[in-house]
């Protein structure tokens, strides 16, 4: 009895993390399609302001997964409620970390090169997602192991994960933190060249450094800048206020749209 009990609340929070990671995904990709009509002054839609503030949609992000948040925790209702506050949460998220990139600079850099972090943490938040979809949690408390193991196993293991973050080893850094092994690969591994641990403890010119820049070359990065592009629309030239995703958006008040959300 107590067997199909556990295998019906497994399938009931699998099928809510399936509504979630659906969510996700079909609001990003949305999210991107209409952003990028926005800037090049295609189609009816535009910027959202309130008292003359552009209102990012971040701000919907937040409260959606806000909502959701107090929706469980206070009502905790069954399916299939749920199932709609799984999604709204999804939803939110993905509203939310498309400009995760504004939250890390506090500035608006969203058609940017820094503008890249947000389809980055987007791919990995999908990715984990994705495993919880499939049931990975090797951090669930109700192993038997007793409570000391069990907190000191998350510790460990966060630690790894940050450290694997410092290195600039983000995959594995946020995917370990629900599965240790990773944490621990991302966190022996040699960091990127770029990261803030390859340039605190990385000399210039040093062995390490040379490792890390043959390790990492240039053209690996070039490589998933063309795979973002087709995601989420190219960058900004640096010398340009404005590059829109084809020639013919380059005349007229479609400069005005940079940064349209």
Do not use: C
């Amino acid at each position: 009895m107590n067997l199909d009990l556990d295998l019906a609340v497994d399938l009931t929070e699998r099928a809510a993390a399936v509504w979630m990671l659906g969510a996700f995904v079909v609001v990003f990709l949305g999210t991107r399609v209409v952003v990028r009509l926005i800037r090049a002054g295609k189609g009816p839609f535009r910027d959202t302001s309130v008292g003359g503030v552009h209102l990012h949609h971040l701000v919907w992000g937040i409260f959606g997964m806000l909502i959701a948040g107090v929706g469980e925790f206070t009502y905790r209702p069954e399916p299939p409620w749920q199932y709609v506050l799984a999604a709204l949460f999804g939803a939110g998220a993905a509203l939310a970390l498309d400009e995760f990139a504004l939250w890390l600079h506090l500035s608006d850099v969203y058609w940017e090169r820094e503008g890249r972090l947000s389809v980055d943490a987007v791919f990995v938040v999908g990715a984990l997602m994705a495993l919880l979809v499939l049931g990975a949690n090797p951090l669930d408390p109700d192993t038997g192991d007793g409570v000391v193991l069990v907190v000191a196993t998350i510790v460990v293991n966060g630690m790894l994960a940050i450290v694997a973050l410092v290195k600039g080893r983000f995959l594995l850094g946020l995917l370990g933190f629900l599965v240790p092994v990773l944490a621990l690969v991302g966190a022996v591994r040699l960091a990127r060249p770029t990261s803030p641990w390859a340039r605190r403890r990385y000399p210039e010119g040093s062995s390490k450094d040379l490792r890390a820049r043959r390790r990492f070359p240039e053209r690996d990065r070039r490589r998933w800048d063309a795979v973002v592009d087709a995601v989420a629309g190219r960058p900004n030239a640096p010398d340009s206020p404005d590059t829109p995703d084809s020639p013919e958006q380059e005349q007229g008040p479609q400069r005005e749209q940079e940064g349209a959300r």
